[in-house]
């Protein structure tokens, strides 16, 4: 079955702390992105990556860092938690652009619901 | 500063009848305009699109709208289903890396 598969779905920790939510995906995309939805705020990019070894910066990149080492995986780091990252995180892969262009059309994982003491 | 905005944060709808969710843009930029569905412990899943050169695209019971001039784009479901009932992100892009999303409208349709 196609996924992009995130874990994990659903974590408390304190501030301070480093974590890892991670993200595979089975479907052999080039494209991937991780987003955080707040309320009242809708989906907000924090990173996104068009192949291995290539990163780039989203709307909201402050206190994340990812990493592209396979084309399968994608994982975020928070090196240091804070309160305001309490959010439900949304992992997302996408096939290759289209005549250059890409169309938007993501595959999102279920969500990873983080909350920052 | 919000580039999508979906100032309805929920509509109700009687089975049957037409559901009809809007979505307003501020950037002319926007080349693909997009609506994802989401239930409550899923992902959003996609939808149905439309590009900046049409005005319309239809898919089952599902149209999409898109008025330029207006930077403003509609969501129509007929006919409306229970199962419809979900939250409905209108999204845009650039074509570029990034997809901006609108707030959320939950739809919810009554048997």
């Known amino acids: 079955e196609a996924q992009v598969t995130q874990n994990p779905r659903y974590l408390i920790t304190v501030t301070g702390k480093k974590l890892t939510v991670t993200c595979s995906q089975n479907m052999n995309h080039e494209y991937m992105s991780w987003y955080r939805q707040d309320p009242g705020l809708g989906l907000r990019q924090i990173y996104y990556?068009?192949?291995?070894?290539?990163?780039d910066k989203g709307d909201v990149p402050e206190g994340y860092k990812v990493s592209r080492k396979e084309k399968r995986n994608f994982p975020l780091i928070l090196e240091s938690p804070s309160p305001n990252q309490t959010s439900l995180y949304f992992c997302?892969?996408?096939?290759?652009?289209?005549?250059?262009?890409?169309?938007?059309?993501?595959?999102f994982g279920e969500g990873s619901r983080l909350t920052v003491l | 500063d919000q580039q999508v905005k979906q100032n309805s944060p929920s509509l109700s709808v009687q089975e049957g009848r037409i559901s009809i969710l809007n979505c307003d843009y501020t950037n002319s930029m926007f080349d693909y305009f997009l609506w994802y569905k989401k239930y409550p412990a899923e992902g959003p899943t996609f939808l149905i699109s439309?590009?900046?050169?049409?005005d319309k695209n239809e898919d089952g019971r599902f149209t999409v709208f898109l008025n330029k001039s207006a930077k403003h784009l509609s969501l129509h479901i007929v006919p409306s289903q229970p199962g419809d009932s979900a939250v409905y992100f209108c999204a845009a892009s650039t074509g570029a890396n990034n997809l901006f999303f609108g707030t959320g409208t939950r739809l919810t349709v009554i048997p």
């Open positions: 990556s068009m192949n291995v070894e290539v990163t």
């Open positions: 997302a892969s996408s096939p290759e652009l289209l005549r250059g262009l890409w169309t938007g059309e993501l595959f």
């Open positions: 439309i590009s900046s050169i049409k």
